[in-house]
């Protein structure tokens, strides 16, 4: 079975991770971090199908290669988490999870979450990309034609699932 992990970090888009990570299909067995500061916007919402992790605990079992995830998705991902990842800071599960991705060459997925971006942010974005990893912010494509919040959201996600190769249906795709 598949392994994947949505990290969840910062505040705005919060409803993002929580979506994707409700989405993703049974046949994967899913893990997920949320920061203290995403936690502080959210009220606990729980999945019987997820495996939570305490971002301070850097010793579990994501946080190592032989663990062997397949991909890792941040979504919302913080500037600064985005900037710890690119300098190879690993002070907590979701950077010590994607180092280990990086590390071991798997899909890893950054939703950068604030605009305009800063020099700084997008550097580092560059600079990530240059690794392979996916920067891929929550921007909407206006050929599927979303009517609804929802389509929208689930357009922006379902093009995340594509992009780090889980299957979806959850947006009209370009004829």
Known sequence: MKKIVIAISGASGVQLG???L??????????CII????????????????IFHN?????????????????????PCSMNTLAKISCGIADNLVTRCASVVLKEQKKLLLAPREMPFSPIALENMLKLSNFGII????VIAYYSKQQTLEEMENFIIGKWFDLIGIENN??????
Request: aromatic share 6%.
């Open 135 to 138: 920067i891929a912010p929550p």
């Open 35 to 50: 920061s203290k500061n995403a936690q502080t916007v959210l009220q606990k919402e729980m999945f019987r199908d997820v």
């Open 22 to 31: 409700e989405l993703l299909p049974n046949t994967l067995e899913k893990h």
């Open 55 to 75: 971002n301070d605990d850097i010793s579990a079992s994501i946080a190592s290669g032989s663990f062997s995830v397949d991909g890792m998705m941040i979504i």
């Open 18 to 20: 929580l979506k994707a």
């Open 170 to 175: 959850l947006y009209k795709r370009w004829e």
